[in-house]
């Protein structure tokens, strides 16, 4: 016998990003075709090849005191989730019924690269007693949980560039098997740094627009020549739709379904037949029982990278058929540069609020459509959509494809 | 002496942990009355070394409940030195 999943919805949205400080000005943000993207002028960056990225548009607002124990990672994530608890009414929710998933790719990187420079410099010592809970990949997680009073799980996904997407993922499924009614879930990131910079520079994968920074993120463009490196946080609260119901929430949309797969192709290099790609959206459209005729908005990982960007459309057709034609797609890296673990939280938080508004924010910087690339993507102008469902791709170095269904 | 050291603790407190420096008296336990917790008592026992000059070993800082056990020892440390 199988019975109907429990349906899950999203009631409240935080965002902490390079567009803005909050969900309201970043999606302003994203309309308004603005790059987050700027030339980085800090001494520590001019000895790299890489001297672009896209840094908070506003800092964390916390206090001194707050702040000092927590990596900026877990800083953002604190913040973002705030707000998005706000925005689901500061629900009364049982903490045994209430979990969290919050993920980041690298973790309290800048912690861990400070914090050695101090061990050297001044001795054992003076290391942080902070240090560990700050550098740790579930440190944003515990933090959010420890903030809210979690007590069904707090839970970090590590995957990459698709971290963000594999932690709402986690807790759909969460929420599906009843462990939890309510997951605050999402992703947050703060690596930028020399070392994040400089390794993601070896590996070919960064734009190196550095005269014209606000132009280096141009995901499905002929003239793409790689990611820009992104910062920030995404939260959404995810809540069992009858939880939801009864305390009479507002919602934003509902989180349909999840698909995830791996490649099993290379650590590092997408498969271009993007075989896992597709995969991993044929499963989401599974999860939420769709059909790919159901599609109408695609959010593209389209990171920029040349051969990344190829795979996604290579896997979309696969995966989605000739309807592919008829769906309106974006890169929201265009304008807030990759994110990693926070891109496909980020990104969910875009792909509801255009199924909400109806519209897809365009993508910025596609000059010429790459002529490989088969895809209906949305520039210039902001396309107006009807009802139906979008898709949210997140993939990740290691192999990582998660697609995320949303509906209205 | 032993109020330069209170007022020196008290400084350490508000960087270190945001306590008010009013609420720095001697009967005062770091733990339960100033909620500074484990891994900030070591920041504190760190910076209190450098700024007064002196070592507390970490067997030493079990010992320390409250801030006045932390001025005598600081002063007793100090005058050992």
Known sequence: ?408 | MSQDILAGLAVILEEVAGVDPADVTPEKTFIDDLDVDSLSMVEVVVAAEEKFTVKIPDDDVKSLKTVGDAVSYIQRAGVAA
């Not at chain 1, 520079?201 to 002929?222: C, E, G, H, I, V």
């Open chain 1, 1 to 408: 016998m199988t019975t109907t999943p429990r349906q899950v919805v999203v009631t409240g949205l935080g965002a902490l990003t390079p567009l803005g400080g909050d969900v309201a000005s970043t999606w302003e943000g994203l309309l308004a075709g603005r790059s987050g993207v700027r030339r980085i002028t800090e001494e520590w960056i001019q000895e790299l090849p890489v001297h672009i990225a896209a840094p908070l548009a506003v800092e964390p607002p916390l206090g001194r005191v707050e702040a000092r124990t927590l990596d900026r990672s877990q800083q953002m994530a604190l913040v973002a989730a705030r707000e998005a608890w706000a925005d689901a009414g500061s629900p009364e929710v049982d903490q045994e019924r209430l979990a969290a998933c919050v993920a980041s790719g690298i973790g309290g990187v800048t912690t861990l690269l400070s914090q050695h420079d101090v061990l050297r410099e001044k001795g054992a010592r003076r290391v942080s007693p902070h240090v560990v809970p700050m550098l740790m990949p579930n440190g944003p997680a515990s933090t959010v949980g420890l903030a809210f009073g979690a007590k069904a799980g707090v839970h970090a996904p590590v995957s990459a560039c698709a971290s963000g997407s594999e932690a709402i993922a986690l807790g759909l499924d969460i929420i599906r098997a009843g462990r939890a009614d309510v997951v605050i879930a999402g992703g947050t990131e703060a690596a930028i740094a020399a070392l994040p910079i400089a390794g993601f520079a070896q590996m070919q994968a960064l734009s190196r627009r550095n005269d014209t920074p606000q132009t280096a993120s141009r995901p499905f463009d002929k003239a793409r020549d790689g990611f820009v490196l992104g910062e920030g946080a995404a939260i959404l609260v995810l809540e069992a739709a009858e939880h939801a119901a009864a305390r009479g929430a507002r919602v934003h949309g509902v989180l349909a379904g999840a698909g995830i797969s791996s490649d099993a192709y290379h650590i590092a290099a997408p498969d271009p037949a993007g075989a896992g790609a597709a995969r991993a959206v044929r499963a989401a459209l599974r999860s939420a029982e769709l059909a790919p005729t159901d599609v109408i908005h695609i959010n593209a990982h389209a990171t920029s990278t040349p051969s990344g960007d190829l795979a996604e459309a290579v896997a979309l057709r696969s995966a989605i058929g000739s309807h592919i034609d008829s769906v309106a797609v974006t890169a929201t890296k265009s304008m807030t540069g990759h994110l990693l673990g926070a891109a496909g939280a980020l990104e969910a938080v875009a792909s509801i609020l255009a199924l909400r508004e109806r519209i897809v924010p365009a993508t910025r910087n596609l000059d010429a459509l790459d002529d490989e690339i088969a895809l209906d993507v949305v520039s210039i102008d902001n396309r107006k959509i009807g009802t139906g469902a979008a898709l949210s791709n997140s993939f990740g170095f290691g192999g990582h494809d998660v697609c995320l269904a949303f509906t209205i």
